[in-house]
């Protein structure tokens, strides 16, 4: 059996049949028989149709229409249309694009409504619309490509990852099973997942997570850049896997002329600096991105300034199982040095931190710390790359005072933190950190002449203490009141100078929250 025969009814039937049965464990099952059973060669088109995609992920085709367009030529056909059929004429209607092309698309997606059965034309519908309705995630496909072919679900789930296109992991997985999973390549115009770092206190921790040595860059507050280029083609995708190559000529010109060694794959971050030379705020910056019409002007209105910290390909050979030391070196080979993120191998906190100052001191957000044996992980977020940001800092009340313990049995020394909401007090965290033993003891006394309860563990106390808490990042946090938690707070001085009617209050510390976003650029 050839994709030319296999009918796409039976497609239609099968999302008929998910969308009638509830439990994910029968979608599973119904998936993976369904695609057990394809030619190999049918898988990848059956994939894209069962999750609502015209094309394949890493296709760049778009059908560039909306409906069907509307039948008066009599009743639906015998059913005899065929996944190749489907794939076909989406085709050939991708190709009509352009200007005046409207016609003829309607007139192909006519004639293919026209072969097609009731059931099949409510199947066409949905895959352009990609409202499929069947319940049927991402995730549940993957499984069932996993289920369907006997490989393991973690590297099918990885093959996904560096593909980024389930056709391509499910054609893979059906001609040549776990092992072709296993060995799946990176390729030129297929975006992969970001790496992403997880947040660390400090140097000390860092070092010793990366053996020793970490390679220190400063953190760039821009948006970051996946950018390929195989010959003259040149592709960006943002941090979301958007592609943005329309909106950033002036990028892909760089490619061409001031970049080597491709095909290649960069990852980096990209700035729009004023001319002073400061960065712009990411919503300015993310006015380049989005543009696509008139975008010359805006390109010498916001020159944009490129940063590059690792290196995926080069010579169109995948980098991502190297060491972070070999990908730099690719990475300078490909760039010649320039467009270059600042960087230093450090092996002390005190190099370290006098590091960190300088990328401060320059305007940055602070630094990303990097593992140099580490391979580049997709989509993963681990201790091989840390980012150490400027601490922020709040002020907040002590309301509370949990006991010590050993050493600290006598002192009260696990601060309750909290800002204020309206004339109350709402927790946002707690904190042991900051103070030398002098200072809690001082404070312990203090806290003391404050109590208002004691349950043996937890002495609640009137709220008249201020101290300036830093923190590295405000997170959302079902466990207190004020529905937010400060990350690795510490009290870094007593505010005798305030009231506690001064503290940080929490619709302050909202707007705080928020602005994290607003400069990390999720958004795309
Ligand atoms: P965050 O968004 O706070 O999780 O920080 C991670 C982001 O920092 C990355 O996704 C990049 O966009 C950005 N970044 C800036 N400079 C670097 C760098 N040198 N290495 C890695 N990421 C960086």
């Known amino acids: 059996m050839i994709l030319g025969m296999v009918e796409f009814a039976r497609l239609a039937d099968l999302c008929r049949r998910l969308r009638t049965s509830p439990g994910r464990l029968d979608k599973l099952a119904m998936l993976a028989d369904y695609l057990r059973a394809l030619p190999p060669d049918a898988v990848g088109p059956a994939v894209a149709f069962l999750t609502g995609r015209p094309f394949p992920q890493s296709d760049p085709r778009v059908l560039g229409v909306r409906w069907l367009p509307s039948l008066t030529d009599g009743p639906a056909a015998a059913t005899s249309l065929t996944l190749g059929d489907v794939a076909v004429a989406f085709g050939e209607i991708a190709e009509a694009g352009g200007a005046g092309s409207r016609r003829t698309r309607d007139d192909l997606l006519r004639a293919l409504a026209a072969r097609a059965s009731a059931d099949e034309r409510e199947m066409l519908q949905r895959i352009i619309t990609g409202e499929m309705r069947t319940g049927v995630s991402d995730g549940l496909v993957l499984e069932a490509i996993a289920r369907a072919f006997a490989a393991p679900l973690e590297s099918t789930r990885r093959a996904a990852l560096r593909l980024g296109d389930l056709s391509a992991v499910a054609v893979l997985a059906a001609r040549g099973g776990a092992a072709a999973l296993t060995s799946a390549s990176v390729r030129p115009f297929v975006p992969l997942l970001p790496m992403l770092a997880q947040i660390a206190e400090d140097f000390e921790d860092v070092l010793e997570a990366h053996g020793g040595t970490s390679a220190l860059e400063y953190k760039y507050d821009g948006a970051r850049i996946q950018l390929h280029r195989d010959g003259e083609r040149v592709g960006i995708w943002t941090r979301r896997l958007s592609e943005v190559t329309r909106s950033l000529p002036d ?51 916001m020159p944009l300034t490129l940063y590059f910290f690792d290196c995926l390909m080069a010579d169109g050979r995948s980098l991502i199982d190297e060491p972070y030391a070999s990908r730099w070196e690719a990475l300078t080979r490909v760039t010649g040095g320039r467009h270059l993120a600042e960087r230093l191998l450090a092996t002390t906190p005190e190099v370290a931190r006098e590091f960190q100052a300088k990328a401060l001191a320059a305007g940055h957000e602070g630094l ?87 349950d043996g563990y937890t002495v609640r106390v009137r709220p008249e203490v201020v101290v300036e808490v830093a923190y590295n990042e405000i997170q959302k946090s079902p466990t207190y009141r004020s529905g937010m938690a400060l990350r690795f707070a510490r009290i870094t001085r007593i505010r005798d100078d305030k009231a506690p009617s001064q503290a940080t209050t929490l619709d302050e510390l909202s707007r705080l929250y928020e602005r994290q976003f607003a400069t990390k650029g999720r958004s795309v």
């Open 368 to 454: 990303v710390a990097k593992d140099l044996r580490s391979t580049y992980e997709p989509g993963g977020r681990g201790k091989r790359w840390f980012k150490l940001k400027t601490a922020e800092t709040v002020d907040c009340v002590i309301i509370a005072v949990d006991r010590g313990s050993g050493r600290r049995s006598q002192w009260l020394s696990n601060y309750h933190l909290a800002v204020r909401d309206g004339e109350a007090f709402a927790d946002v965290g707690k904190t042991f950190k900051g103070f030398t033993d002098r200072q809690f003891i001082e404070l312990t006394e203090r806290l003391w002449t404050l109590a208002v309860s004691d």
């Open 251 to 301: 990028v892909v010109e760089t490619a061409r002329r001031e970049l080597g060694a491709a095909p290649f794959i960069l990852d980096g971050e990209v700035l729009a600096l004023d001319a002073a030379g400061r960065p712009l705020p990411f919503q300015e910056l993310m006015r380049r991105f989005r543009r696509v019409h008139e975008v010359d002007r805006l390109v010498r209105e």
